[in-house]
């Protein structure tokens, strides 16, 4: 999959943009505050429907509207073309593919798959779980068709369950206790298959960014991993009830990452758990090219962050190759080294919030 044409509209300090990219690698320059980073947001909110910089979608559309656009022309793997459309005021997303409006936001991730990496994502690695399920079911989402419906279902059932143990209604639990164990066992079954085919990638990836031994990676269920999710909540009931949540289950899962048997957190620098989420998110885009002939859409805002120029060429190598369409921003061209070895690339200069075609290769 990959952008054939890009129209922003009222994105932050973007008012009316359109560019035609590449389907290679994207170099974004402009100064500081000129839009590069509004850019990337864009395409991200096509994506995903929301931001990855404001939780409110209100301090993204710029500040003289009351709503913003984002739509493409997309390359699908079969050939195809498809026209993605999403407009948000800040209370409802209205979103149109092929012309069709009412399209779903899982609908739009399934068309834009993208992956984000910036200045804040090594939080990957050092916030809590919920970041790292997110992480890991981002791609079961995309792995397996069948995931979204059981993990939908699943969170029905945990919010119901929730809400019967807060109010102690004990008569009405064992419905929802079914269905907690039925979808809760299809959603871990699903992550448990994913990380199997995950890790092999995962492992070769980060062996070309970072010469360390013993990197493991591994999947916390969520409970006792040696018990039955039915066996597990009728005894955790008790407790359930006490403190008016489910304390154990797939809702609990987390992706833990070692080196040299410590928590990798705990034991690399900045730099090398930049690497680590860098080949995290790499080796998802991998398993989706490898399983579904997709290539997903990368993102990279700042560049240059926390990363020396060894392991930056490194890289742009290793994106090039990879043969997907990548979005890079940085402040300068030179940020992004020597370009002699880029087959294909286009760079766009961002100034206050119009963005221009340089040239192309
Ligand atoms: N809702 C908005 N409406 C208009 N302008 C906005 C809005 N939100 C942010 N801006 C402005 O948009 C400009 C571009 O911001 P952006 O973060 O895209 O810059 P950038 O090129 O990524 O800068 P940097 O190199 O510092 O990361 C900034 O001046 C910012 O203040
Ligand atoms: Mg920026």
Known sequence: MSLLKLDIYHVRNIQKESINPSPAINFIVGENASGKSSLIEAIFILGR???FRSTSIKSVINQDQNHLIVSA??????????HLGIQLDGKNAQIRINQQSGQHKSDLAYALPLQLIHPKSYELLDAGAQVRREFLDWGVFNDDKNFLIAWRKFKKALAQRNSLLKTGRVDQLNVWDKEFVYYGTIVNNSRVAYLQKFKPIFIEIISQFLNMNLIDISLILGWE???ELQQVIT????KDLRYGFTHNGPHRADVLLSVNNCLAKDFVSRGQLKLMVLSLKLAQIQLLAKEDNNLACILIDDFSAELDSHNRAKLLHYLSAM????????????DFGDLSQITTYKVFHVEHGHIKPSFDI
Do not use: M, N, Y
């Not at 022309?73 to 498809?82: E, M």
């Not at 043969?323 to 030179?334: G, K, N, P, R, S």
């Open 235 to 238: 005894q955790d009931l008790e």
């Open 225 to 227: 991993a040696s018990k």
């Open 323 to 334: 043969a997907c369409q990548v979005f890079i921003t940085a402040t300068e061209l030179t």
């Open 73 to 82: 022309q997309t390359l699908q793997p079969d050939g195809r073309h498809c």
């Open 49 to 51: 429907a929301k931001s």
